[in-house]
């Protein structure tokens, strides 16, 4: 395997992929084509996330194993899963997107993650992890019903795993006793020790025909010794407790295979060909290295997750072809949304001991990284358990510690429950940090926080509050945190207009919403903007065009109803502005509010489209939404006629 320092701008030869339409192609090749075909994957893999940008080291320490799985089964008849999708690009390049893989994550270009609707192969779109266990076996379960002979794998990561649905799913599997195929794909991050040529010794034999059919037969005489059976397994349990972790999937009704070398590419494919036809529940462990074959991406698999597009550097004088330097991630520049709280947060820390943070795996993207370090006796990675987090504030909470959940607004759907029934039916003092709200850009529907103001709302006792810039997400942090019971801040992705950050604490006072702009005298007062959080922005610009009212709305929950009823009665027209869904926003309190004080109003409720929206760039989706000045002027001027 070919070993890389810099990421080639140019296109490499690559005959053998390039010959490759499908994946079909790949079950006629010897284990010398495999393996030129994954080197050739891999650097194709280099170039083409170099033009793009994107996910980057999953996908690179999953190259053998994509070619593995595509060799051994019968896509896409046979249905194969990937979890989360941050590693499926080389499956991408397998079926039939190879050309199509620089327009990733760009507007109108390839999705980020598998798409159902973007290829066949896509057998089941993802975003959120830990899904593909609970989908394959429902996929499995469907085809045995219809009688059709079809195998299904799930290949889910070591972090996935952490989360109680794979759980659930594994249970159920082993429960059923499915015929289904869960491949373990662990990047050196959780779950067990690499513990070398003995691991990879058994796997051989454990996955070998002489072994499974002796085990088989021996099922089949024992069973008809009383208690031998159950001596036996607990016997070859015990055995392969020994060098793999193996009781844990065993007790749970799985065969066990592994762990193996998943940069082995003749032995996967020699194990999966023994394993790909057994009837049961089957588990293959595989040990990967994130970002493999690219050099800084294996010293540092976090900070290459992801990379931003590379520009081509000018041509040696020499007159060489130009080479890429090594890329870097992303260089900070004006603080973000999420440094203004990673900030917030440990200043807060130090004045009041009370308080204790907690994230599902998103330390990094949260900024909770300085506050780990800081303060590690209050700081609570639950891993990839959005439920488990919520629940763990609200414990925290009733032992009166005061609890902060940094969440991504689309993560937070998942504890939705929880927040519900553990924290607000309570009362319980939980502080919500929501980053991510609104539209995130490439990732995609899955990732957009266009829901949490609907499903936040309708929540009794909850106070929402929406930023408008840096400094009120500081102030608004500090409210939500003194507030005695359920708060969230909700807050974009990337950086705000640029505004001074204080360094106090002082809290933004709640429900009260800030005047920015009044129309002129001559004109009259014919419109009045209700902005909510980042689309300040735009209104500003807006007002200013149309000579309106611009008032920043501050809370979504409470609304400052002086306020509102005074710029009702000033105004021949309200305007909502709100980076959420229309259905149940922000902008739907205005409306029930003036309904229920029987005040008439004429209003215009602007905010996302009752669809989900695409991936691009997030000017662009605000543009296409009509959520950009000029889309929200081109909007009024038609509703005045």
């Known amino acids: 395997m070919k070993l890389y320092d810099v990421i080639p701008v140019e296109r490499p030869l690559t005959p053998l992929l390039d010959s490759l339409d499908t994946p079909a192609a790949l079950r006629a090749m010897t284990n010398a084509q495999l393996l030129q075909v994954a080197d050739e994957l891999r650097a194709y893999l280099l170039y083409s996330v170099g033009r793009s940008g994107g996910h980057f080291g999953a996908g690179l320490g999953v190259v053998e194993l994509s070619v593995a799985l595509h060799h051994a089964l019968e896509t896409p008849h046979d249905r194969l899963v990937w979890d989360v999708g ?51 076996l429902g996929m499995a379960l469907a085809s045995a019903t219809r009688g059709d002979r079809r195998r299904v794998c799930a290949v889910i990561g070591d972090g996935a795993l952490t989360a109680g649905m794979a759980f659930e799913a594994l249970a159920h599997a082993g429960h059923l006793d499915a015929n289904l195929l869960v491949v373990l794909n662990d990047n050196e991050m959780s779950i067990s020790e690499n513990v070398g040529g003995i691991a990879s010794y058994l796997a051989g034999i454990l996955s070998s025909k002489p072994y499974l059919t002796f085990r088989e037969e021996g099922k089949r005489v024992l069973s008809r010794l009383p208690g031998a059976l159950e ?217 957009h926080g266009s829901l949490d103001l609907s499903y936040l709302r309708c929540v009794p006792g909850m106070v929402i509050l929406a930023p408008a810039d840096e400094a009120e997400c500081r102030a608004m942090l500090s409210a939500a945190y003194h507030y005695p019971g359920p708060a969230a801040v909700r807050y974009p992705r990337g950086t705000g207009p640029g505004v001074a950050i204080p360094a106090h604490l002082e809290p933004l006072e709640i429900g009260k919403a800030e005047r920015r702009r009044e129309s002129g005298v001559e004109t009259g007062k014919r419109i009045a903007l209700l902005a909510f959080g980042s689309l300040n922005g735009p209104a500003a610009e807006v007002a200013e065009a149309l000579d309106a009212t611009h008032l920043n709305m501050r809370s979504v929950k409470p609304l400052d109803r002086e306020a509102i009823l005074a710029a009702a009665a000033d105004h021949e027209l309200l305007v909502t502005l709100e980076e959420n869904v229309v259905a149940g926003g922000a902008g739907s309190g205005v409306n029930e509010l003036l309904a229920a004080e029987g005040v008439p109003a004429a209003l215009l409720n602007l905010g996302l489209p009752d669809a989900f929206v695409e991936h691009g760039k997030p000017a662009e989706l605000l543009a296409e939404c009509g959520l950009d000045a000029a889309g929200i002027e081109a909007a009024i001027r038609a509703r005045l006629g």
């Open 86 to 136: 941050h590693q499926a690009y080389p499956h991408k390049i397998l079926t039939g997107r190879r050309e199509a893989m620089p327009s990733i994550r760009q507007y109108g270009g390839l999705a980020a993650f598998p798409r159902r609707a973007e290829s066949p192969y896509d057998t089941f779109g993802v975003g959120h992890s830990s899904t593909s266990i609970s989908a394959a």
């Open 231 to 447: 001596l036996a397994r607990r016997t070859e349990e015990h055995m392969k407790g020994m060098v793999s972790p193996a009781t844990l999937f065993e007790e749970m009704g799985f065969n066990y295979i592994g762990p193996l070398d998943g940069h082995d590419l003749p032995t996967l494919i020699q194990t999966l060909r023994n394993i790909r036809d057994l009837d049961g529940p089957q588990f293959l462990h595989v040990k990967t290295r994130k970002g493999r074959g690219f050099l800084p991406a294996e010293a540092d698999p976090i900070g290459y997750h992801a990379i931003t597009k590379l520009e081509k550097s000018e041509p040696e004088k020499n007159g060489n072809a130009p080479t890429s330097r090594p890329v870097a991630p992303a260089k900070k520049k004006s603080p973000k949304y999420c440094n203004v709280f990673g900030e917030w947060l440990c200043d807060m820390a130090a004045v009041d001991e009370r308080l204790i943070g907690i994230t599902p795996a998103m330390r990094e993207g949260s900024d909770l990284i300085r506050f780990s370090k800081e303060y590690p006796e209050r700081y609570y990675d639950v891993a990839i358990a959005e439920q488990h987090a919520v629940t763990l504030a609200a414990g925290m909470a009733c032992e009166a510690m005061k609890p902060v959940v940094a969440i991504y607004s689309t993560f937070l759907q998942r504890g939705y429950d929880q927040l519900i029934h553990d924290v607000a039916v309570q009362g319980l003092d939980v502080t919500f940090a929501i980053d991510r709200a609104g539209l995130v850009g490439e990732d995609g529907p899955t990732h």
